[in-house]
Nanobody, 119 residues
């Protein structure tokens, strides 16, 4: 599956951005991760194939909303009340559910989109 992310940019603290990720095929799960300079990759949010089951990282709960447009095979991430610590490259990922390990495994990654939040 090929993934094309878009929607990053520069915004002031308290502002909003909407990221999108278009997938070339169907997947069990699509999600967003982020990586800031000098830090490890961090889970942001995921949505299952229907978009009904979602999960969020603790640092974004209540501020970010993930949604999945099945007709367009596109994942969206609405980011509100952005903070400077949200600054990172945001990576779109897709994968399958592993029955063996009872977890989602991501095997396709997009190119990333930069989000910069100024204070």
């Amino acid at each position: 599956v090929q993934l094309q992310a878009s929607g990053g940019g520069l915004v002031q603290a308290g502002g909003s951005l909407r990221l999108s990720c278009a997938a070339s095929g169907s997947t069990d799960v699509m999600g967003w991760f982020r990586q800031a300079p000098g830090k490890e990759r961090e889970f942001v949010a995921r949505a299952n194939w229907s978009g009904v089951q979602t999960a969020y990282g603790n640092s974004v709960k209540g501020r970010f909303t993930i949604s999945r447009d099945r007709a367009e095979n596109t994942l969206h991430l609405q980011m509100n009340n952005l903070k400077p610590e949200d600054t990172a490259v945001y990576l779109c990922a897709a994968g399958r559910y592993s029955q063996r390990y009872q977890t989602y495994e991501y095997d396709s990654w997009g190119q990333g989109t930069q989000v910069t939040v100024s204070s």
